[in-house]
C-alpha cells in the first residue's frame, strides 16, 4: 500500500510542545495565557492575533524542528511497514516549508534540510516527502494514497473523503468519526490497523 504520514502530532509530539513552549512564551512576553488547551492551533490555544503567532513560530520553529523528539514508536514501526513492502510518504504542511508560508526563501529551503535532518537523526523510515499546503487532498489523489495517518482535525474530515485515515488520537480531533476513519492511540496500534486494513 502507499501510506501517508503528517509530521507534526503524528511523528512528533505538537501538543506537548505548544503547551509547554507557548506558556513559556506568554510569561516571558506578556501575551496573555493559555485559554483552550484542547485546541488545534496555537492562536486558538493563546487566543493570539495573526502577528503574536507568526513571532512565536520565527522564534521557536527551528528549536521545534531539530529538538523535539520522535513520538514512541514511529522508527520502530515505520521500519516494519517498510520491510512490509509498504511505500511511506511522509507529507507535511510543516510552518514555514511551503509556498504558502509568509517567509524567505531561505527560511523554506533551511525548513525543508531541517526536517529531513530531524527525521534521519530519529531513524524514521519513509520514500518521499512532500511539503504540503494545509489541505493535502492533491497528495492524496495524484499519490493514490491507500491510507493517511493524521491529526489535523481539518485533514482528517477533509481527507476521510478521499482515503482510508488513521487518527491519531489528540484531544482536539476528539468526536471525528465516520466509517473511513480509524483511532489509534500509539504507533504499535497504527502498525496493527494497517496489517488489518491491508488485510481486506
Given at each position: 500500500m502507499n501510506i501517508g504520514i503528517d509530521l507534526d502530532?503524528?511523528?512528533?509530539?505538537?501538543?506537548?510542545?505548544?503547551?509547554?513552549?507557548?506558556?513559556?512564551?506568554?510569561?516571558?512576553?506578556?501575551?496573555?495565557?493559555?485559554?483552550n488547551p484542547e485546541a488545534y492551533y496555537m492562536k486558538d490555544m493563546y487566543n493570539w492575533d495573526e502577528k503574536t503567532d507568526y513571532d512565536f513560530w520565527i522564534k521557536n520553529i527551528?528549536?521545534?524542528?531539530?529538538?523535539?523528539?520522535?513520538?514512541?514508536?514511529?522508527s520502530?514501526?515505520?521500519?516494519?511497514?517498510?520491510?512490509?513492502g509498504h511505500t511511506i510518504f511522509i507529507i507535511t504542511a510543516r510552518k514555514f516549508a511551503t509556498p504558502d508560508d509568509n517567509?524567505?526563501?531561505?527560511?523554506?529551503?533551511?525548513?525543508?534540510?531541517?526536517?529531513?535532518?530531524?527525521?534521519?537523526?530519529?531513524?524514521?523510515?519513509?520514500?518521499?516527502?512532500i511539503f504540503s499546503s494545509e489541505d493535502k487532498?492533491?497528495?492524496?489523489?495524484?499519490?493514490?494514497?491507500?491510507?493517511?495517518?493524521?491529526?489535523?482535525?481539518?485533514?482528517?474530515?477533509?481527507?476521510?473523503?478521499?482515503?482510508?485515515?488513521?487518527?491519531?488520537?489528540?484531544?482536539?480531533?476528539?468526536?471525528?468519526?465516520n466509517d473511513n476513519i480509524y483511532r489509534c492511540y500509539n504507533w504499535n496500534e497504527i502498525y496493527d490497523k494497517i496489517l488489518e486494513i491491508n488485510k481486506k
Open positions: 502530532g503524528v511523528l512528533t509530539n505538537y501538543r506537548q510542545f505548544a503547551i509547554e513552549q507557548g506558556q513559556k512564551y506568554c510569561r516571558e512576553n506578556n501575551k496573555g495565557q493559555l485559554v527551528f528549536s521545534y524542528a531539530t529538538e523535539n523528539p520522535a513520538i514512541q514508536g514511529a520502530e514501526n515505520t521500519k516494519k511497514l517498510k520491510e512490509d517567509c524567505k526563501e531561505e527560511i523554506r529551503e533551511k525548513m525543508k534540510t531541517t526536517v529531513k535532518e530531524w527525521l534521519a537523526k530519529n531513524e524514521i523510515e519513509y520514500d518521499y516527502i487532498s492533491k497528495n492524496i489523489i495524484e499519490n493514490d494514497i491507500d491510507v493517511m495517518i493524521e491529526d489535523s482535525p481539518n485533514n482528517v474530515k477533509r481527507l476521510s473523503k478521499l482515503t482510508k485515515i488513521i487518527c491519531m488520537d489528540l484531544p482536539y480531533n476528539k468526536g471525528i468519526e
